[in-house]
């Protein structure tokens, strides 16, 4: 079993409805964001609480640099400064942090600060959290299948030896759980290709509360939601 006590050990959160919430108050978009880093530093701080082994949130999707300049511009300042100034949130929690995601195209100035943040707090030993930055589901698929050609290419892989576990080997979350559950908040009933791979057997809850007002009341909805659920994996409870 991957769960303790009914919680699950991996939770992945499409963190949806910040504009939503804003023009809701007939505020700019960007103020949706702001509030929203507050919810990340809750749920986060809930999550190391409760001994969650991984989070994993979607905070930069591939597909995001499509929005206005100006709305890309501030969620990347926002991405930096939510780095630096976490960094204590990040220590006093004992949380590991990681990204997955074509990382290498991020400016230069964030780049630096992930690549501080891994260091930092490389041997902490509680929660790992991992943001999903430049991220698209079908991208890492891509870039696995590449990785898995090269290595035919140089004559250190057989491709009758391709399975699952090599794939999985190569994506971004090579070393890392699937995830129990997934959380979307915002209320649309898609997965929006994030984790296409690593959701197979992943239980989604959905809710409309946009992800600004998603805090620590409505994770534990969510958990008391999930214990109830019993995971077949495809067979049949004995
Ligand atoms: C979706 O809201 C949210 C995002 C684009 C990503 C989430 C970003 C944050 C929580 C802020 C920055 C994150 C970190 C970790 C610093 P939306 O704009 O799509 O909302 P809408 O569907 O109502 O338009």
Not at 112 to 134: D, F, P, Q, V
Request: overall charge neutral; some cysteine.
């Amino acid at each position: 079993m991957s769960e303790q006590n009914g919680l699950p050990s991996h939770i992945a959160i499409i963190m949806d409805g910040n504009g939503r919430w804003a023009s809701n108050r007939g505020l700019a978009r960007v103020r949706g964001h702001i509030e929203g880093v507050k919810s990340v530093r809750e749920i986060t701080e809930e999550c190391a609480r409760r001994h969650i082994e991984q989070l994993t949130l979607y905070a930069f999707s591939s597909e995001n640099w499509s929005r206005p300049r100006f709305e890309v511009a501030i969620l990347m300042r926002l991405l930096r400064r939510y780095l630096i100034r976490e960094l204590k949130t990040i220590m006093n929690n004992n949380i590991r942090f990681t990204v997955i995601g074509r990382i290498e195209g991020l400016p230069e100035d964030v780049q630096k600060e992930i690549a501080t943040e891994i260091e930092l707090s490389k041997n902490n030993t509680g929660m790992i959290l991992c943001l999903a930055l430049n991220y698209g589901g079908r991208t890492e698929i891509v870039d696995a299948a590449r990785r898995l050609a090269q290595k035919v290419q140089e004559g250190k892989l057989r491709p009758e030896d391709i399975n699952e576990e090599t794939l999985k080997e190569n994506m971004y979350t090579a070393g890392m759980r699937d995830p129990d559950l997934l959380i979307r908040t915002g209320g649309e009933m898609r997965v929006s290709n994030f984790l296409l791979w690593e959701i197979s057997y992943t239980e989604l809850w959905v809710t409309p509360v946009y992800w600004p007002d998603f805090r620590k009341e409505q994770l534990e909805e969510a958990l008391r939601d999930y214990a109830a659920r019993e995971r077949r994996y495809g067979g049949i409870l004995q």
